[in-house]
């Protein structure tokens, strides 16, 4: 029969060889693995905290970009709603409405407002027909002083719709000599019915 106390013995001397080499492992690991990961990473410290950096400088430019690529296309947008358009021929009788609102806007007498023919307009037939816009003359005769026919025009070149002046005439009046007559020819552009 076998003796229970060695049975004992014998496995707390496996028990106790495991546990020895498991210590050696460990001691192993720690001396030659471990020491060496330990060192890397204090020498990546440096190398990390610079990544670091450069993401959230990189990050920061990114947004900027994106910031400026926005202003840009909202400037291409602005630039494009104020951009002047040209009328389409049935729209001008609106034209002279608007003509003659900012007139009344301005306090300025409107005495005469009628569209010269389009022939009267051309000056070669052969380029207007060649052209995509017929120009229209629009033949005003105001009576007004010069202020206010400097905001009428600073308005009138504020709408969306491009208008020139082609001629402007200002004539002193006898009567009332901070009202002036004014002759006007604007300039707008109709396009072409395909």
């Known amino acids: 029969m076998s003796n229970p106390l060695k049975k004992i013995e014998i496995d707390n001397k496996k028990a106790l060889l495991i546990i020895a080499i498991a210590l050696l492992f460990v001691y192993l690991d720690y001396a030659f693995v471990l020491k060496l990961q330990l060192r ?20 920061l430019q990114l947004a900027r970009m994106q910031e ?37 806007e301005n306090n300025i007498e409107l005495i005469q407002i009628k569209p010269l023919h389009r022939r009267q ?43 020139a002046v082609e001629e402007l005439e200002v004539s002193a009046r006898q009567k009332d000599y901070l009202k002036h ?6 300039k707008a552009y109709a396009e072409k019915k395909p």
């Open 40 to 59: 890397n990473l204090k020498n990546s410290g440096p190398n990390i905290q610079k990544l670091k950096n450069d993401l959230s400088d990189l990050s």
């Open 68 to 104: 400026a690529k926005a202003k840009q296309q909202q400037t291409k947008q602005d630039a494009l709603a104020k951009a002047k358009k040209f009328i389409r021929e049935e729209e001008i009788p609106s034209l002279l409405e608007d003509i003659s609102g900012a007139a009344k």
């Open 121 to 163: 307009a051309a000056l070669n037939t052969r380029e207007a027909a060649a052209e995509k816009f017929n120009p229209i003359l629009i033949s005003l005769s105001l009576s007004c002083g010069y202020h206010e026919l400097v905001r009428f025009l600073s308005n009138l070149e504020g709408r969306e719709v491009f208008i």
């Open 181 to 186: 007559k004014v002759t006007l020819t604007l």
